[in-house]
C-alpha cells in the first residue's frame, strides 16, 4: 500500500461523507470511542486500524485546515508522509528506558532531556 495513494482516496472519501474542515473535537470523540472498542475486543487487529484511519483523518484535516479550504491533497498528502517519516526518525533518536523493567499497563515514555 502507498500511504501517500491512500491519504488522497481517505480525504475524498471523508470530506464526501463527513464535511470538510478540521472536525478537531468530532474526529477526537470518534478516537475515544475506538480506543473503548479496542479495549472491550481485547485488542483486534480491525479495531487498531479504525484508530490508525482516525488518526490519519486528524491530520489530513488539520494540515488542509491550516493551508486553507481548498488546499491541495496531494499537498497534504506528501506533507504527512514527511512529518510521519520525520516524527519517526526524531523517535527512533530518543533515549528510551529497557522496556523488560517498565510495566507492561503503562505507557514508555521516552527519556526528557537525554541526548539520544
Not at 464535511?19 to 478537531?24: F, M
Not at 506533507?79 to 528510551?96: F, L
Amino acid at each position: 500500500m502507498n500511504l501517500r495513494d491512500h491519504l488522497i482516496r481517505q480525504m475524498a472519501f471523508s470530506h464526501a461523507t463527513f464535511g470538510p474542515g478540521e472536525r478537531r473535537e468530532g474526529v477526537l470523540d470518534h478516537i475515544k470511542r475506538e480506543v473503548r472498542e479496542v479495549e472491550d475486543a481485547n485488542g483486534e487487529a480491525a479495531e487498531w486500524v479504525d484508530l490508525v484511519i482516525l488518526a490519519l483523518d486528524g491530520l489530513t484535516r488539520r494540515l488542509a485546515y491550516v493551508n486553507g479550504d481548498r488546499a491541495d491533497p496531494y499537498i497534504v498528502a506528501d506533507t504527512a508522509c514527511r512529518m510521519i517519516r520525520n516524527k519517526q526518525t526524531r523517535n527512533e533518536a530518543r533515549v528510551w528506558p529497557d522496556w523488560r523493567t517498565a510495566p507492561a499497563n503503562k505507557a514508555i515514555e521516552h527519556v526528557k532531556g537525554a541526548a539520544g
